[in-house]
């Protein structure tokens, strides 16, 4: 079974843009949650979408949003782009979101650099 | 104050030994899971183990085991009989519902392993 996939792998923007990072589960994971890790920060949920809705939301600005399609595959995006914004984005998919036994296997990542 | 804490920012250990990375939690929640990942230096996080608050047995896969330590909040990872292939950081991780409803994981700040032939 193939694994979470993240494209692109590799971005580089410059401030004030704005980006958007695709993901697509293992087959048959509905969930699908959004990670960003930073050296200074370390790992830092973002939000969780299930059936094409929002679940769950970490503690970040309004500028980070995302989306989910009708076959699990989810987008995030973050608008007007920061230098703090630098970070390797990695999304992670599941099967039983809300349980505590949801284990969350992750793709490879996008390191996003902002300029 | 942080919810998963590792005291171990390095290791290194020597090939085929045993190593233990420290994990210790905080919760009021009854009911949690707890996780471990293996991230090498290609950022891809490897999920390594489980273990539920609830359960009795401390939870192993392959060469790794989960001592789980409740009373003390302590879920220290176990890998027997290190590779050269373990070399990589380790993330202690919990899921539970006191940080206000938010489902994500609560991932600690790692442990580099590095092992030496």
């Known amino acids: 079974k193939a694994g979470v996939t993240q494209t692109p792998r590799y971005l580089i923007k410059t401030r004030g843009q704005q980006v958007t990072l695709s993901c697509s589960p293992i087959?048959?994971?509905?969930?699908v949650s959004w990670y960003q890790q930073t050296p200074g920060q370390g790992l830092q949920f973002l939000f969780e979408?299930?059936?094409?809705?929002?679940?769950n939301k970490g503690n970040f600005p309004g500028r980070f949003s995302g989306r989910q399609f009708s076959n699990s595959r989810s987008e995030m995006n973050v608008s007007t782009l920061e230098l703090g914004d630098s970070a390797l984005y990695l999304c992670?998919?599941?099967?039983?979101?809300?349980?505590?036994?949801?284990?969350?296997?992750f793709g490879p990542g996008t390191r996003l650099t902002v300029l | 104050a942080q919810k998963i804490t590792q005291t171990q920012p390095g290791m290194f250990v020597q090939e085929k030994e045993a190593v233990t990375l420290d994990c210790t939690y905080d919760?009021?929640?009854?009911?949690?899971?707890l996780f471990w990942y293996k991230q090498p230096s290609s950022g891809e996080m490897i999920f390594l183990i489980y273990?539920?608050?609830?359960?009795?047995q401390n939870a192993t896969e392959g060469r790794y085991s989960l001592n789980f330590q409740k009373a003390r909040k302590s879920a220290n990872l176990v890998i027997s009989a290190s590779q050269l292939g373990d070399s990589a950081m380790y993330f202690c991780?919990?899921?539970?519902?006191?940080?206000?409803?938010?489902?994500?994981?609560?991932f600690g700040k790692g442990t580099h392993l590095i092992i030496q032939p």
């Open positions: 087959s048959g994971h509905r969930s």
């Open positions: 991780a919990m899921r539970d519902r006191s940080g206000g409803g938010a489902d994500g994981l609560t």
């Open positions: 919760t009021s929640d009854q009911s949690y899971g």
């Open positions: 273990q539920g608050s609830y359960d009795e």
């Open positions: 992670a998919s599941s099967l039983t979101p809300g349980q505590d036994s949801d284990t969350q296997y």
């Open positions: 979408y299930f059936s094409e809705t929002q679940r």
